[in-house]
């Protein structure tokens, strides 16, 4: 039986998109079967795969549109074990009318994905930065939810929102699922303010808090561009580094249902210490370590592949003084090689 898991932060911007298609990839990748469900009628997920919006005939709405086709919705991907249903709306009428539908029949959604769970080990819905209909829908589909964060001040304050969200939805009498856990996005550990956030996020919520966090990285943001996972195309990077780690931690929380251990079990008796069988994966080439995980155990040159690192703060109490100077933008930073640092 799959394991559904809502995407959910109230804020826009924190990255759901990115760490939804960047886990389902690193599961794929490990041999698991994965789906994702774009509720967001934005649906960044097309661009993720390299699909145009307006090209995808079948999706979400046909789930609630009782002149729909649910039997088309399911699109398959670049990559294997792993398929997508968009959201399928190209109107504000269409979108209007996908969110009064949902709010109509919030149960609709869970009950249309039902069919699927004993097809994949993961279905994860990608949701819109509110707490709308939508959202709603989609945490009353899901066995739990997962929380993107930025190592930032607003979107700190915007967990609070999020909970009181969920506890009122719960009030309501709406199914609600358990919290998988937050996951710390597009981190810049050098400057005072994400370390500073940091802190105080895991002090706040404890181990609610994954060890893993998603470093912030030009390939990350050119998963759009390439319509491709990152993990197919900079495998060797901190993004996909990344990404596998946040999949193992997922894989060695104690709250995963019993189908799921049976079914590691099974695969690691067939192959070893590896996820995945022969047909789609051997071991997993970039499987990190627990201990190297823990961001308070590894030094700088582990955190940025060996290389020096000099924070914004050193150089604003140093730099006084000492004449302008040509310096590459964090956003430029990719912590691979010398060759592909850069822009």
């Not at 898991?5 to 698991?32: E, Q, Y």
């Not at 090209?55 to 399911?74: I, Q, S, T, W």
């Not at 699927?116 to 279905?123: K, V, W």
Request: charged share 25%.
């Amino acid at each position: 039986m799959g394991r559904a898991v809502a995407v959910v932060c109230p804020k826009g911007g924190v990255g759901k998109t990115t760490v939804t298609v960047n886990l389902a990839s690193a599961l794929a990748d490990m041999g698991f079967h994965c789906l994702l469900i774009g509720v967001d009628p934005q649906c960044g997920l097309l661009s993720s795969f390299g699909r145009d919006r307006f090209a995808v005939d079948y999706g979400l709405l046909d789930f609630f549109d009782p002149e729909g086709d649910p039997a088309r919705v399911v699109q398959s991907s670049t990559m294997p074990n792993l398929d997508f249903i968009t959201s399928n709306v190209w109107s504000r009428e269409e979108e209007a009318e996908l969110i009064e539908r949902a709010g109509a029949e919030p149960e609709r959604l869970a009950a249309s994905l039902a069919d699927y769970r004993g097809h994949y080990d993961f279905l994860f819905l990608d949701c819109p930065p509110n707490m709308g209909p939508l959202t709603a829908a989609a945490l009353r589909a899901a066995d739990a939810y997962l929380v993107p964060m930025q190592a930032e001040e607003l979107a700190y304050h915007a967990l609070p929102r999020l909970f009181d969200a969920v506890d009122e939805l719960a009030r309501g009498g709406a199914p609600m699922p358990e919290l998988m856990g937050i996951v710390l996005n597009q981190v810049d550990e050098r400057t005072r303010l994400a370390s500073n956030v940091i802190e105080r996020v895991r002090d706040d919520y404890g181990e609610q808090v994954f060890q893993t966090m998603i470093p912030r990285t030009v390939r990350l943001a050119e998963v759009a561009q390439r319509g491709l996972p990152v993990n197919l195309f900079n495998r060797s990077g901190a993004g996909a580094r990344a990404f596998a780690a946040l999949a193992e931690e997922i894989l060695a929380a104690p709250a995963r249902p019993a189908e799921r251990l049976e079914r590691e079990a099974a695969l690691a008796g067939s192959a070893g210490a590896s996820f995945g069988t022969s047909e789609t994966r051997v071991a997993a080439p970039f499987a990190v370590e627990a201990a190297a995980r823990d961001g308070a155990d590894r030094d700088e040159a582990d955190r940025f592949g060996g290389e020096p690192v000099i924070s914004l703060d050193e150089i604003d109490e140093s730099g006084a003084g000492a004449g302008p100077r040509s310096l590459p933008s964090l956003d430029d930073y990719d912590g691979v090689g010398d060759e592909d640092r850069y822009h």
